[in-house]
T-cell receptor
Framework: DVKVTQSSRYLVKRTGEKVFLECVQD?????MFWYRQDPGLGLRLIYF???????EKGDIPEGYSVSREKKERFSLILESASTNQTSMYLC?????????????FGDGTRLSIL | DQQVKQNSPSLSVQEGRISILNCDYT??????FLWYKKYPAEGPTFLIS?????DKNEDGRFTVFLNKSAKHLSLHIVPSQPGDSAVYFC??????????FGAGTTVTVRA
């Protein structure tokens, strides 16, 4: 079974802090994704990566950056956290190939910015 | 603007009956559609998918129907069971790996 592990289930930070969310997958997947989930909006794609050191912006990249130094690890960075970034953050991975490979998700990090 | 819409935020159904979840999309470039199920405090898990070359796909109690001309898909769960109580997300993709998700429908199965 694919395992996507997010380092923290709950995180509380203050406005202006630099925040790192970590994600590790164990299935050698090329593609990795970061989403945020908000009530009434579903999941929205922040960034994704299809290879080491490669990244592409999703639908809502503003205020975020990412890092992929190793294939199994994809980090989401909030450069200067703001209260509107309080949300549930979900990481996912999928193999390269045809687009019909479903994404596998971690259990999420609930981030609160005070 | 959301390209995938689930207009019913919630659905309550009696155990043993059929659950029908609906999803509409606006982007005609979408050609692959998925349903995910999410329990509280867990990540979404893949449930079933359908390619645009088909109009129906079945997997046990779950069937997804696609009407391309109407840009509409639906998920049928028959019979509904208490363990089906969860949030269901509809998602769609085009020729890349990005998924666009709907807002979700919370299903409650009553005993």
């Amino acid at each position: 079974d694919v395992k996507v592990t997010q380092s923290s289930r709950y995180l509380v930070k203050r406005t202006g802090e630099k925040v790192f969310l970590e994600c590790v997958q164990d299935m050698d997947h090329e593609n990795m994704f970061w989403y945020r989930q908000d009530p009434g909006l579903g999941l929205r794609l922040i960034y994704f990566s299809y290879d080491v050191k490669m990244k592409e912006k999703g639908d809502i990249p503003e205020g975020y950056s990412v890092s992929r130094e190793k294939k199994e690890r994809f980090s989401l960075i909030l450069e200067s956290a703001s209260t509107n970034q309080t949300s549930m953050y979900l990481c996912a991975s999928s193999p390269l190939g045809t687009v019909d490979q479903p994404q596998h998700f971690g259990d999420g990090t609930r981030l609160s910015i005070l | 603007d959301q390209q995938v819409k689930q207009n019913s935020p919630s659905l309550s159904v009696q155990e043993g009956r059929i659950s029908i979840l609906n999803c509409d999309y606006t982007n005609s470039m979408f050609d692959y559609f998925l349903w995910y199920k999410k329990y509280p405090a867990e990540g979404p898990t893949f449930l079933i998918s359908i390619s645009s070359i088909k109009d129906k796909n079945e997997d046990g109690r779950f069937t997804v129907f696609l009407n391309k001309s109407a840009k509409h898909l639906s998920l049928h769960i028959v019979p509904s069971q208490p363990g089906d109580s969860a949030v269901y997300f509809c998602a769609a993709s085009g020729n890349d790996y990005k998924l666009s998700f709907g807002a979700g429908t919370t299903v409650t199965v009553r005993a």
